[in-house]
């Protein structure tokens, strides 16, 4: 370490690495959630060629706003504390 460099201590530390896997979390979920409608559903679209993923999530948007598409996101946060 360079002289006049801070380095975190022990809780800071904990604190920066609980708040990336919030952050991670928040970009993760929503793709999961994807995935998992894509695979279980099977949707298609109109045409009867598989749906799009930004078509998937404008039906989700569509049916229950954000709170679909974010839903499980808390749920995943408190499963890593």
Same mark, same amino acid.
Do not use: C, N
């Given at each position: 370490m360079r002289r006049g460099q801070k380095t975190l201590g022990a809780v800071e530390e904990l604190l920066v690495g609980a $708040?990336? /896997?919030v952050f991670s979390r928040f970009f993760t979920t929503p793709m999961n959630n994807l995935v998992t409608r894509k695979q279980t559903l099977?949707?298609?679209s109109s045409d009867g060629k598989?749906?799009?993923s930004a078509s998937i999530l404008r039906d989700i948007y569509r049916e229950k706003g954000i709170t /679909?598409? $974010?839903v499980f996101i808390g749920i995943r946060v408190r499963a890593d504390f």
């Open positions: $708040l990336a /896997g099977g949707q298609t598989p749906a799009s /679909g598409i $974010l």
